[in-house]
């Protein structure tokens, strides 16, 4: 049969540069909320270019050196030009120097992590990481760069989730902490558990950010709570008028009006702002699909197709639209073998290939595919277009039996009506002696 990918988008906080050093408790800096914005001397760092590359950076922040040969400040901006030149041996004499101007704090540490972090140096990076946090154990920074480790790198969520917890229990409000918790949980499919952190993270955030209401609103939607996620995603396009993965989910929260021809305009904006993402062109074509508009649904799938050559579902729906309506058939069959060659082990796919054969008048070949995909994993479906064949073939026996067991596996399930009535029908048909 056929349906839309699942899935929730992922990716982490990044709202500020790689070198800053932590925001001073209590505000200050460039934000008080963004884990990579500069802390101490804010102003002075986004004087420089925020830290950006160039001599005119880095001349600014020779020229603050000299003015207070004390301060770290300049030095991580140093740090931050390095490293868009990437001059490794400038970044770390600028770092070291600014931990020996202040061994005991921990921006230079955590600084300095994150540099060999980005050299793939994750043990060393963990260890400075967790100096840092025992050096200022009120600070959420470390803590969120190691949640972010132990998510990314290490693979590891459980460990990620402790430590995104402990930032929170730091910084209530710390917007990267409580979005990187709330999108673990909703990754785990734990909307309701992740709507609390994601609602935190997008107050904290305000209208900066679109991050944080992306992620509400696909919690939202993943709770099938289709007017608050509507809302949300809505609120993300104020701050991002162009962002297309706001319009591709929010397209989503019409399915309760049912409201066909408005969920494909926000499909036709998402694509026209991201040609290159399949996804919003096969959702069209399953729109369509539903319609009726075969026509257009084969062109819509076709051009998910030309965006990404191994979208199973895209094959697998063009081989069953094509079967349904008995036509083009030879293609039909192209595509539903393209389907399984890509995800082997589908029993949907097998469902399709055994409606081909059968559309393709090969009944035997079908009951064959159709009773592999059983083996793979029971369905109503498969069970039901099992027991049509069967009939089909003269089989009444077996297809009794199989269409029963469609409806003992779920009642209520999208040709349940069909089923019974072929049964009533069979009633009536020769029984095997």
Known sequence: MWGVRGGVGGGWWSAGRFWGAPPPRGGGGASAQDPGAFGPGGALRAAGGGGGGGGGAKSFFDEAIRLDPKSITPWLGLADAAMLANDSAAIEAALKKATELAPDRAEPVIAMARYRYSRKFYDDAEAMLRKAAKMDPQSAVPLVDLGDLYAGTRQNP???????????????THAGANYALGSLLLARKDALGAIPF??????SAGDKNPLPSMALGRAYAQAKKWKQAQETFTRALTIEPDLAEAYLGRSATYIEKGSRDTMIADLRKAEELNPRNPEAAFRIGMLQQEAGAAKEAYESYERAIRIEPKLALAYNNLAWLAATRRERLAEALAWIQKA?????????????????????????AAVTVLSQGIALRPSADLYYHLGVVQMEMGHFDEARGNLLKALQIQPDFGDAGDAKNRLKQSELLPKAK
Not at 198 to 203: I, V
Not at 345 to 364: C, I, M, N, Q
């Open 158 to 172: 459980d460990k990620a989730m402790e430590f995104y917890r402990e930032a929170i229990r730091v910084a209530p």
């Open 340 to 364: 399984r060659s890509l995800v082997p082990k589908e029993p949907s796919f097998y469902d399709t290939h055994g409606w081909v054969l059968r559309a393709k008048g090969d009944l035997p």
């Open 198 to 203: 994601l609602l935190a993270a997008q107050e």
